[in-house]
């Protein structure tokens, strides 16, 4: 059974910084893609970021120099760092990791940047 538990949201002011983290459970997770996408109020699930079983990158345009996708294989972990944020990234966080056709999700952590 695969799982994926989020932790590390909560509320920032605008400027500040969270991690957040991504514990993957029941899958073989060095070989997987994982990613961070996130939910706001009244809008479609969007990808914040991904990283591959390789380690390349891919970032939306509106986190680009402000967050940090990583990955550690001995955890089983995926983080995003995020830096310098704005009140337009409040949002459910969600984790994903890709298996064949197939995507699981973690269970949502909100975040809330106040102006």
């Known amino acids: 059974q695969v799982q994926l538990v989020e932790s590390g949201g909560g509320l920032v002011q605008a400027g500040g910084s969270l991690r957040l983290s991504c514990a993957a459970s029941?899958?073989?997770?060095?070989?997987?893609?994982a990613g961070w996408y996130r939910q706001a109020p009244g809008k479609e699930r969007e990808l914040v970021a991904q990283?591959?079983?390789?380690?390349?990158?891919n970032y939306a345009d509106s986190v680009k120099g402000r967050f940090t996708i990583s990955r550690d294989n001995a955890k089983n972990s995926v983080f995003l760092q995020m830096n310098s944020l704005k009140p337009e990234d409040t949002a459910v966080y969600y984790c994903?990791?890709?298996?064949?056709?197939?995507?699981?999700w973690g269970q949502g952590t909100q975040v809330t940047v106040s102006s």
């Open positions: 994903n990791v890709r298996v064949g056709t197939l995507a699981y």
């Open positions: 029941g899958i073989t997770f060095s070989i997987h893609a």
């Open positions: 990283i591959s079983s390789g380690r390349s990158t």
